[in-house]
């Protein structure tokens, strides 16, 4: 009896509360108050955002009799946690840790209950409103990842607009503010100087120590070096006891200059090559599993137990990359080591965790199976095709489905290589304003469809932004149909149908629907720069459209209207518009080329195998597949020249050449042989004088078994071939 009664008087006072109080009313009446004494920064500057961003929503300067929106200091919450809640009197209530988190709570009810949207750096979306009201509100705010690093501008660079856009989209740090902080945002220092990444290389230098110490450096066929046979990284000797402790008083130096910093990198370089053979590394590695990761966690675990006592927050970074990529055996980590895994080369066409995407799955089993021997993880993602950005993806909202992954294996942040969002580059920016939402709470984010429709919306007008989602939708459904895997941050590898002829000529139509509709000039830039990844595809594919989606405009047309719209971009770099006209005038270069591949990777075309230049080339990706040219008409072939790849990427391979009169019935040509690298030269080819011409209209050069030093298994290439040549090219003679 006692317990209904106390249940009856609960529900009474809920609905006494809801009566008198269903919901939480703004207007121009309402204003902010601070409740923090002494305010720091960040917190002068909520106050200020909030106060400016009523003005413009309700028109006016706030009143005194309205409600009020009240900020405070919660001293137990975290850096960047924050809650929003609602008084008996109908004021919202805004409490925060140090020192962001008043600050994000104030851009997180900006932007969730009062709806301005700051979608990039130079674009925000303010509404206008008499009044605003919503239910009760009691918000927990707190990031689902401590790292949430993103890119946002280019390398150096590091603008008032870019912090501050940065702080609006709850994530803490971008591209060009490595090693800067703004108090007035609230950002602190990410990483420590002298670099954010593979700094082991910029901490112990050749050039200080290789000539005193040229033990800390990786042991080679008897010699300590620091290149290897070819030319590439070798690495040190992670082993030796005096490297350790060089490393540590060399990052005790730069952390007392980078107060504060989370990280320091000690990681390994880029295509590091050349590991030490020195008894103790290689007695290590067998310890570990045969796994070349085991050299770095015992290296980072001696760098780490020396900082520890002077530098208790700052965690040592290492890579988890390449050879390093797998986990170590019989050993742990020290909890002041953070290990960086790198997605390098992983399948991004469908989710990492979908049943189809093996490289994802084992990308998921990685990530456990570290986190079983360092407590501290975060990873390197890579969600862009940074090979040729212009590029389409085919679904940009998997990105919340991995980062739930992410979030699920317990992950303390993540750096996104993403591009940057002033780029016109595909997804572009839309890519930029979603990611930081799902590094924030993917739950949040549903589907991820209605973000895209309020995106493209406030970003290409509410006309033409409904056809801008519509675009985005056609291409993520027509994958998710197919369940096609292989996109990575090169390219699709196959035929993937979000690329077909007559997808690429519905997308035409959708977007050109769209500038249509578009009548501000601003809207209208923005959707020209939407369509340049469609009709980069349309390049690409120009006979295919044509024929299949009654295209209209010629080939020189269209790369004539991209080159004005790349041209005239503002944002994007002069670097990034070269590399943007080159491919496009190559494509148009290679238009009289019918050539194709069983396999196409990126945008390493076929037609770029008999283009006359030994720099392109066509790429298989996939370890075999074959390469063909068709000629105008029936050729008499006496001599055939093949350029299989270069020094760096084939060591030792095999090939075979078949023609065909009728593109069906194939005879043999050269038979299938072998090739090796020969010492010293770059180029490995192979000239195929016959003992009498053939007459062919097609020939097939099929490639299969390619192998880098140490029985590596390697993709194929073909980089260029030649026909009936009467002399061998210079560049064949190339020295490596």
Not at 262 to 270: K, L
Not at 367 to 378: A, D, F, G, T
Not at 616 to 623: C, F, V
């Amino acid at each position: 009896m006692i317990r209904y009664l106390y249940l009856f008087l609960a529900l009474f006072c809920v609905q006494s509360v809801s009566g008198n109080n269903p919901e939480i009313v703004l207007d121009s009446d309402s204003r902010v108050r601070m409740e923090i004494q002494n305010p720091i920064s960040a917190e002068k500057t909520a106050e200020r955002e909030m106060t400016e961003y009523l003005c413009r929503i309700f028109g006016q300067s706030p009143g005194k009799a309205g409600k009020l929106i009240i900020l405070r200091h919660k001293p137990k919450a975290g850096k960047e946690e924050f809650t929003i809640k609602s008084d008996r009197h109908g004021n919202v209530i805004i409490a925060g840790g140090r020192p962001r988190g008043v600050l994000y709570g104030v851009y997180y009810f900006l932007d969730r209950h009062l709806g301005v949207k700051w979608l990039t750096p130079d674009c925000e979306y303010v509404p206008r409103k008499d009044q605003v009201s919503f239910p009760v509100l009691d918000y927990h705010g707190k990031p689902a990842f401590d790292g949430r690093i993103l890119q946002t501008e280019q390398h150096g660079k590091n603008t008032l607009a870019g912090r501050r856009w940065r702080a609006r989209n709850l994530f803490n740090s971008g591209f060009g503010g490595f090693f800067e902080n703004d108090p007035d945002y609230g950002e602190e220092q990410i990483f420590s100087r002298p670099a954010q990444c593979h700094g082991l290389f910029q901490i112990i230098t050749v050039k200080k120590y290789f000539k005193t110490h040229p033990e800390f450096w990786a042991l080679q066929n008897g010699k300590r070096t620091h290149r290897d046979a070819r030319g590439l990284t070798a690495d040190y000797c992670l082993t030796n006891p005096g490297l350790a402790e060089t490393t540590v008083k060399e990052c005790r130096t730069w952390l007392r200059k980078n107060p504060g910093a989370r990280y320091i990198s000690i990681q390994e370089g880029d295509f590091t090559r050349g590991y030490c053979d020195c008894e103790q590394c290689k007695e290590l590695v067998k310890k570990c599993g045969g796994r070349e990761s085991g050299r770095w966690v015992f290296f980072a675990n001696r760098v780490a137990k020396g900082l520890k006592a002077e530098f208790p927050g700052v965690k040592v970074l290492i890579f988890a990359y390449t050879a390093s990529r797998k986990p170590p055996l019989n050993i742990k980590a020290e909890n002041n080591v953070c290990v960086q895994l790198c997605a390098w080369n992983n399948r991004r066409g469908v989710p990492y965790s979908h049943p189809k995407n093996r490289p994802g799955n084992e990308l998921i089993k990685q990530l456990r199976s570290w986190k079983e021997i360092c407590p501290n993880i975060l990873l390197w993602d890579y969600t862009y095709t940074f090979g040729d950005t212009l590029l389409q993806s085919p679904d940009l909202l998997l990105n919340i489905d991995n980062l739930r992954t992410f979030r699920e294996i317990g992950l303390d942040g993540i750096f996104t290589e993403n591009g940057i969002p002033e780029n016109i580059a595909f997804g572009m920016p839309f890519k930029s304003w979603l990611i930081p939402r799902a590094m924030w709470n993917p739950d949040e984010c549903g589907s991820g469809e209605e973000l895209e429709r309020i995106f493209c919306e406030g970003y290409y007008g509410n006309k033409a932004g409904k056809y801008a989602a519509q675009y985005y939708k056609l291409l993520r459904e027509v994958n998710r149909k197919q369940e096609f895997v292989n996109f990575t941050a090169g390219g699709s590898i196959g035929k993937a149908a979000f690329e077909s002829s007559a997808v690429t000529g519905q997308a035409w139509y959708i977007l050109k629907t769209a500038l249509a509709a578009a009548s501000d000039p601003v809207h209208k830039n923005r959707i020209r720069q939407l369509m340049l990844p469609v009709q980069y595809q349309l390049l690409r594919d120009y006979n295919g459209v044509k024929k299949h989606a009654g295209l209209t405009e010629s080939m020189d047309d269209i790369a004539s209207d991209m080159l004005k719209i790349i041209s005239q971009d503002p944002a994007t770099t002069p670097a990034l518009k070269a590399k943007y006209v080159k491919n496009i005038k190559t494509l148009l270069k290679l238009k009289n080329i019918r050539a194709t591949g069983s396999i196409i990777y990126g945008s390493q075309y076929p037609a770029k195998a008999y283009d006359g230049s030994i720099e392109t080339l066509w790429h298989a990706a996939g370890g075999a597949g074959w390469c063909q040219i068709e000629f105008d008409k029936v050729r008499s072939i006496s001599r055939i020249t093949t350029v299989l790849g270069s020094f760096e990427n084939v060591y030792v391979g095999e090939y075979e050449i078949t023609g065909s009169l009728n593109g069906k019935d194939w005879f043999q040509v050269v038979p299938r042989r072998k090739i090796e690298h020969r010492q010293g030269f770059r180029w490995v080819w192979a000239d195929d004088v016959l003992s009498k011409p053939v007459h062919a209209k097609f020939i097939r050069t099929i490639r299969d078994k390619t192998f880098i030093r140490d029985n590596v298994r390697n993709d194929v290439l073909l980089h260029e071939q030649w026909f009936n040549l009467q002399s061998l090219p210079k560049e064949l003679e190339q020295k490596d």
